[in-house]
């Protein structure tokens, strides 16, 4: 219902409707509409975490690049899932606690970024940020192939790769 109808369209009602049970039922496994959000980006986090888990790659920078990939395909495979799963930040914000599931999926990544930092591949002085800003960068280019610049998987795969390469590049030669 969410990938057809969307967050906003989204009741608890309709919903109970569509599983055939009625509203109050619902009410035994969820608080309210915000709870099975909650609910469903958790479960989409999982998934992720589960993406990257299954990456079998030893070398921190290709494992960087394994991990965007994965990521990118994560939000094309469900764009209105992805979209909620960021109602919930990995980190605290004005007005946000953080989301463990989102933190969990954040730091399975960062690690990759440490290890890199902490073999050498990697210049940049701050984990944190490096990590931040290889999310910001891989994030974005999602967000650009759910916008539907390109219906072609080579096309979008050479975006996620030029982005890749140009932080690595970055992170590789920082600015001083």
């Known amino acids: ?4 109808e969307g967050v906003d369209q989204l009741s608890l009602r309709g919903l109970a409707r569509q599983l055939g049970v009625t509203a109050p039922a619902l009410y035994a ?9 909650a609910a ?8 992720l975490i589960d993406r990257f888990d299954a990456i079998d790659e030893d070398d921190p920078v290709e494992r960087i690049r394994a991990l965007s990939h994965a990521y990118v395909d994560h939000a094309v495979d469900s764009p209105a899932l992805f979209h909620l799963m960021f109602r919930y930040p990995p980190t605290p914000v004005a007005g946000a606690e953080a989301f463990p599931p989102a933190t969990r999926a ?9 290890a890199a930092i902490e073999s050498g591949q990697l210049a940049a002085r701050d984990p944190g940020l490096a990590s931040m800003t290889m999310w910001a960068s891989i994030h974005g280019a999602a967000e650009v192939l759910l916008l539907g610049f390109s219906a ?13 390469d140009t932080v690595l590049a970055g992170q590789t030669h920082p600015l001083q």
């Open 40 to 47: 469903v980006a958790a479960e989409h986090f999982e998934g």
């Open 29 to 37: 496994y969820v608080d309210d509409k915000h709870d099975l959000l």
């Open 106 to 114: 954040f730091d399975a990544a960062a690690a990759a970024t440490a």
């Open 1 to 4: 219902m969410l990938e057809a």
């Open 152 to 164: 072609d998987p080579d096309a979008a795969a050479v975006l996620v790769d030029s982005v890749i």
